[in-house]
């Protein structure tokens, strides 16, 4: 049976202790030649702009000994561009490789490519739908830094601020951290949805899910970011491509600048999917509590990992 990766939560609990188990074990020792997936190949098929999720995994193929092939304007150099549905897309694809990594602007487009496709399709993002690969290596960060001793204290407390709304990563993270954290060691005190507009708030029905999911407290609002204790801030960017009216300009209040950085916890943490256009200064880059970067780097052994999972027969 071919096996998907649509939602964050199409792991459980198990699945993701083995794959963060396995993504330690390749970034302990990223000069050992790994050729799990040889003679495999993987398809990429992006219907959207990507740096991050495209590069890393095509790197991730790369050091698995498998090979890729890679459009990274499907809208434009594919047969869509002639009027060709998504679905017929995919099935040829997956004539030709052994994996299709999907990214669509369209929500539910990776759940319309896997009733076409033959082979796994791992959702790369679909619209303002789920990005699971991006929220397993955002966890994988957050548990990392858990076992290392980073967060001193028990319930981890954790500020999401800025176009929650819109942020396909935000909607990930979230309900993976909500129903799988304490599957990791990860208990959560509380989670709060902020942002300069309306668009800080996440959806009625995400929060009531987030509510019902465990024990721990909620909040939704908006307002110039707080530091509140919190040991994880997770920015986000105005996400401008997926809102129908222009946004004002991001004000100085509202941005995560080095005066926020030093009013968090020495130990609290600073995230962001990247890119960032504004709303996170670059000056914060220097202070110890920028993990954003690290959050770039898992991605590739994150991604390693899971391509191995789908791929090698146990």
């Known amino acids: 049976m071919v096996r998907h990766i ?45 740096t991050r999720t495209r590069f890393s995994f095509e790197a991730a193929v790369d050091r698995l000994g498998a090979r890729f092939s890679a459009t990274e304007d499907a809208e434009q150099f594919s047969s869509f561009a002639k009027g060709e549905s998504l679905e017929d897309t995919v099935s040829v694809c997956s004539s030709y490789g052994d994996a299709i990594v999907l990214r669509h602007k369209v929500n539910g487009a990776a759940e319309q490519a896997a009733r076409a496709s033959r082979v796994s399709i791992i959702n790369a993002g679909d619209g303002s739908n789920e990005h699971p690969t991006q929220a397993f290596l955002d966890l994988f960060t957050i548990w990392e830094a858990s076992k290392s001793g980073r967060f001193p204290r028990g319930k981890l407390r954790i500020l999401f601020y800025g176009d929650n709304r819109h942020s396909r990563t935000v909607r990930s993270l979230a309900r993976l951290l909500a129903v799988h954290g304490e599957d990791l060691g990860l208990s959560i005190a509380w989670m709060k949805f902020s942002g300069p507009n309306e668009s800080g708030k996440i959806s009625d029905v995400l929060f009531q899910e987030l509510k019902c999911t465990r024990d721990m407290m909620c909040w939704n609002g908006t307002g110039d970011p707080e530091p509140e204790d919190a040991d994880i801030v997770y920015v986000t960017r105005p996400q401008v491509e997926r809102h129908a009216e222009e946004r004002p300009p991001i004000s100085e209040s509202a941005r995560i600048n080095l005066a926020f950085a030093v009013r968090l916890p020495e130990h609290a943490i600073i995230m962001h999917p990247l890119p960032r256009t504004g709303e996170l200064s670059p000056e914060v880059d220097k202070d110890e509590r920028a993990w954003y970067f690290k959050q770039v780097e898992n991605g590739l052994h994150v991604r390693m990992a899971l391509l191995e999972m789908l791929l090698v027969k146990n």
């Open 6 to 50: 649509l939602t964050a939560l199409d792991l459980n609990g198990k699945e993701l202790w083995k794959l963060f188990d396995r993504a330690r074990t390749f970034k302990r020792a990223p000069e050992i030649p790994v050729f799990s997936l040889l003679g495999k190949r993987v398809i990429m098929l992006f219907y959207e702009p990507s």
